[in-house]
């Protein structure tokens, strides 16, 4: 029998200002990780209001804890300046290097869904782009599915996808 203890792994609602903080880490640390060739429209803006940005009702924030460290994150807010009828968009998946492999990916979008359905929208959408193949096939594992782009990316390249709720 082994002595090594599972961590504990939490996935929980933005709420605090700790949490919100965390958040704004991961985000920076994401954004970061994409190089100087993608530019995050007015990240400073949306750090700094990531509680009105993606809060509830109409949206959520949620932060993965491994043994209370903060290890991932993402967000879903609505999207009603498009042709889907009652969408979100899920925003800021992001799971730090140094806990992939650990299903929190999938916690996270899981949760990310879960909240959007009690929300009351019917439909999820997304962008990602072509060199983040891990994420897009954990979105296909989901239930997302490609369609015509339904926003403007600045990012040649950009995959747009969608689930239903």
Do not use: W
């Not at 803006?45 to 940005?53: F, K, S």
């Not at 193949?133 to 490609?146: D, H, K, P, T």
């Not at 339904?150 to 689930?163: C, D, E, M, N, T």
């Amino acid at each position: 029998m082994s002595d090594t203890v599972a961590p504990k792994i939490a996935v929980r609602e933005a709420r605090t200002p700790e949490e919100f903080a965390d958040a704004a880490q991961l985000i920076s640390v994401y954004v970061a990780s994409l190089g100087p060739s993608y530019c995050v429209q007015d990240l400073p803006a949306e750090l700094a209001q990531l509680a009105t940005r993606y809060g509830p009702p109409l949206g959520n924030l949620l932060v993965a804890y491994v043994d209370e460290t903060a290890a991932g994150c993402c967000a879903f807010r609505p999207l009603p300046e498009t042709d889907h009828t009652n969408a979100c968009e899920m925003k800021r998946l992001y799971v730090h290097t140094t806990y992939r492999s650990m299903g929190l990916g999938h916690l996270l979008v899981g949760a990310v869904l879960d909240a959007a359905r009690v929300a009351g929208y019917s439909c999820v959408l997304l962008d990602t782009l072509d060199e983040m193949e891990a994420a897009r096939e954990l979105y296909e594992e989901m239930g997302f599915v490609e369609v015509a782009p339904y926003a403007q990316s600045p990012i040649p390249g950009a995959h747009h996808l969608k689930v239903h709720l």
